[in-house]
Nanobody, 118 residues
């Protein structure tokens, strides 16, 4: 059974920083993409950033230059450094792992709340 456990959410003032972490456990292909998605109240879940096991990254336009995604393949962890946070970044943030083999699997964490408010 694959589990993704997120940590690091919380309340921060506008302009502040937070770091989210996600640890994956269980058996899964080492060829995968790990990423962060977010869902604000009344909105659909959207991609924030993702990183492949080879290190290729993608970011949503709204977070480019402010957020940085990194991963440690040996530890099966992914982190999201969030700087210059804005109230619009308030959402539940979810970690996701997708294996990119011929029979792909898709896993989600439970989510962690990020609130940006003065």
């Amino acid at each position: 059974q694959v589990q993704l456990v997120e940590s690091g959410g919380g309340l921060v003032q506008p302009g502040g920083s937070l770091t989210l972490s996600c640890a994956a456990s269980g058996r899964f292909s080492s060829i995968n993409i790990m990423g962060w998605y977010r869902q604000a109240p009344g909105e659909e879940r959207e991609l924030v950033a993702r990183i492949s096991s080879g290190g290729r990254t993608n970011y949503a336009d709204s977070v480019k230059g402010r957020f940085t995604i990194t991963r440690d393949n040996a530890k099966n962890t992914v982190a999201l450094q969030m700087d210059s946070l804005e109230p619009e970044d308030t959402a539940i943030y979810y970690c996701r792992l997708v294996t990119t083999t011929s029979n792909p699997d898709n896993y989600w964490g439970q989510g962690t709340q990020v609130a940006v408010s003065s």
